[in-house]
């Protein structure tokens, strides 16, 4: 009776207690040049855009938690997941509700990089906006986050790098001319600077004004991206390409079903990402043929790709764009 007892127990432990891992497979995958639910995951507002016949598939990995000791081990048996201490996706303390919070900023900053990135590639107008003002700092009461930078202490500022530059061989308590735009009006303001480390920031010898400087497109339309309950950064690339092939005559795809990954920042450049061969599988099932692959990943990508599955190395967004079109027109494009 005794050993029937420990029987059904340890069996009720293995179905019913959830165990500290998660497992990972492979996720969805959503046409960036199609709709979801009727709505276009990307739309430009405002400006011409072109026709595609193929396919730019962004790809997801599955984190299940609160898994069982059995779940764990038919997940595990099937080949098609894996597991991992829980600790890595949830540190302890962490709420659901903060994860999802930050995994939306991630997927948010990640569509705004994608359309800086499409557009500076496209060669559109830039403007440099402040996007944080550090309170307390010489830029408070005096500038506001949305305002476009147009000079510092005499220096065109033309990129968010730029701002930092204007400011190189001065001193705390010099003071400093700005020049902005709000609300279509020009302004000017005088400001003395202060110095980093009294307001929170790393010590610098320059001085400081107590703002941060974002670059967005300063176009006459607009980007939206609508895809809901996906979170994360490593969509960036592919919804890069899907505003550039909106936005430009010819076909990226041409009727192919291409899909990718890859983290992207302002300057168009492919970093890499995790969860790659859940990825390269979610792919392959949803038809693609050809699977656009940070150079960083390229050799864990090489070990697991499936069968039937074009390896194609990027480093940058312009990079992608000409391989698409070599791949279009039977030349070769670099694999890993």
């Known amino acids: 009776m005794s050993s029937l007892v420990c029987t059904l127990t340890l069996l009720l432990i293995g179905v019913l207690v959830p165990i500290p891992y998660v497992s990972l497979g492979p996720g969805p995958t959503f046409d960036t040049l199609g709709s979801v639910d009727g709505v276009p995951v990307v739309k430009v507002d405002g400006e011409p855009t072109y026709p595609t016949t193929g396919q730019l598939r962004m790809t997801t990995v599955s984190v299940n938690d609160d898994i069982t000791l059995f779940g764990a081990l038919g997940r595990w048996v099937s080949g098609r997941y894996a597991l991992a201490p829980r600790e890595e996706y949830f540190r302890p303390g962490e709420t659901e509700e903060e994860i999802d919070e930050q995994n939306t900023k991630l997927f948010q900053d990640s569509q705004s990089n994608a359309e800086v990135a499409a557009l500076r590639y496209l060669k559109y107008p830039m403007k440099v906006i402040a996007q944080q003002i550090t309170a307390g700092a010489p830029a408070d009461k005096v500038l ?32 400093v001319t700005i020049t ?12 003395t600077l202060g110095k980093a480390s009294d307001h929170g920031a790393e010590d610098r010898p320059e001085g ?11 176009v006459p339309f607009t980007t939206t991206i609508s895809l809901q ?8 690339l592919i ?3 899907a505003i550039v092939d909106r936005l430009t005559p010819g076909d990226l795809g041409a009727n192919a079903t291409i899909a990718g990954t890859g ?19 979610a792919a392959r099932e ?8 940070p150079a960083d ?9 499936p069968a039937g599955l074009r390896l194609v190395k990027v480093e940058d967004l312009g990079g992608a764009v000409r391989a698409l079109e070599d791949l279009k027109a039977g030349r070769d494009a670099p694999g890993c």
Do not use: H
């Open 286 to 293: 949803a038809g693609a043929t050809t699977f656009l692959v």
């Open 229 to 236: 309950n996906v979170g994360g950064p490593s969509a960036g």
């Open 180 to 191: 902005y735009k709000r609300d279509g009006q020009e302004k000017t303001a005088t400001l």
């Open 297 to 305: 990943n390229c050799a864990e990508a090489k070990d697991n790709a």
């Open 144 to 175: 506001v986050p949305g305002d476009q930078l147009l000079t510092v202490n005499g220096k065109t500022i033309v990129t968010a790098a730029d701002v930092r530059a204007s400011l190189a061989g001065t001193t705390p308590g010099q003071s």
């Open 239 to 241: 919804f890069a390409l």
């Open 208 to 218: 400081f004004i107590g703002l941060g400087p974002i670059e967005r497109p300063d």
């Open 263 to 281: 983290e992207i920042d302002i300057e168009g450049r492919v970093g890499r990402i995790g969860g790659i061969p859940f990825k390269m599988v």
